[in-house]
C-alpha cells in the first residue's frame, strides 16, 4: 500500500476515483491537500479548493452556497460552489475536502473504500462549463511527528515539502 499519492483532478469532470484510503492504524492519520485553481463558468474568475476567489479571502456569498439546493453533488450546510469535494467508495457520504482535510487516529472502520474526488457544482450539465485543475497530495502521517507543509510549484509540476 502506498504512503502517499497525488492527483490532478479536472473541473469539467464528476466523480474521479483515486486509489487513497483511510488508515486503520491507531496515531496514523491522513492528511489531503489540494492546491490550484478552477472555473465553475469559464466566464468567471477561477477559485481556489476552498471555492474562494484570489484576494477574497474571508468572504462569503450566499449565492454560492449549495446547502439544501437540489442538484449540487454537495447540499449540506458547508456546500460551497467551486469546492473540492469527496466521498469514500462510489456510494459514499459527501463531505468538503477543500484546501486541506486530515483524517486522524485510524479512525476508519473501512479501509476498503477509496477516495472519489470532484468539483462542487451541479450533476451533469453543470461540469459543462468548469476548466481548470486540482492539484491533489493525500499522505499517511504518524501522529506523533510534526505534519509536513507541502506546496505544489505550478511551474516545474512538483510537490515539495518541509516540516520547518
Known amino acids: 500500500m502506498s504512503t502517499s499519492w497525488q492527483y490532478d483532478i479536472r473541473a469539467d469532470l464528476e466523480w ?6 483511510k488508515v486503520a492504524e491507531t496515531g496514523k492519520g491522513l ?15 477561477a477559485v481556489d479548493a476552498d471555492g474562494v476567489q484570489k484576494g477574497y479571502e474571508g ?24 469546492t473540492l469535494i469527496g466521498k469514500w467508495g462510489p456510494d459514499g ?18 479501509i476498503s473504500k477509496t477516495l472519489y474526488l470532484a468539483m462542487n457544482d451541479e450533476s451533469g450539465a453543470g461540469f459543462k462549463d468548469n476548466e481548470g485543475v486540482m492539484h491533489v ?17 505550478r511551474i516545474a509540476g512538483t510537490w515539495s515539502s518541509s516540516t520547518s
Open 137 to 153: 497530495r493525500a499522505y499517511i502521517f504518524d501522529n506523533r511527528d510534526r505534519e509536513q507543509h507541502w506546496s505544489y510549484d
Open 31 to 45: 492528511s489531503i491537500r489540494a492546491e490550484g485553481e478552477w472555473k465553475y463558468r469559464k466566464d468567471l474568475h
Open 16 to 21: 474521479q476515483p483515486t486509489e487513497i484510503r
Open 59 to 82: 468572504a462569503t456569498y450566499d449565492h454560492l452556497r449549495t446547502q439544501g439546493r437540489a442538484g449540487y453533488l454537495h447540499a449540506a450546510p458547508d456546500g460551497y460552489l467551486g
Open 93 to 110: 457520504s459527501v463531505f468538503k475536502v477543500g484546501k486541506h482535510r486530515i483524517f486522524t487516529d485510524g479512525t476508519a472502520s473501512d
